[in-house]
């Protein structure tokens, strides 16, 4: 169903069935497999943060062409 089309989930019914999926507390069996990928990932430099402003969204949309399908992005531009 797409988004909007239908009438609004009943509150009470979401809340059960998530409360039933997340107030469980769960015991992972962590195997020897996440010591083994944390010494792998230990000696990568973490990438710089990227900070993306209002400005830089401006700046793009104005560079966009017009009457284009959309991209990977699925944004359409008129």
């Known amino acids: 169903m ?10 009470a ?13 769960v015991n992972h069996s962590e195997g020897p ?15 710089d943060p990227v900070i993306i402003t209002p400005d830089d969204v401006a700046e793009a949309v104005r560079r966009a062409p017009n009457w284009k399908s959309p991209g990977l992005d699925g944004l359409h531009h008129y």
């Not at 797409?2 to 509150?11: D, H, I, L, Y």
């Not at 019914?13 to 507390?25: H, K, Y």
């Not at 497999?33 to 990438?47: K, R």
């Open 33 to 47: 497999w996440t010591e083994v990928v944390a010494s792998q990932c230990a000696g990568i430099t973490p990438m």
């Open 2 to 11: 797409v988004s909007g089309t239908g009438p609004a989930p009943n509150q």
């Open 13 to 25: 019914d979401t809340v059960a069935f998530w409360r039933g999926l997340w107030s469980e507390p």
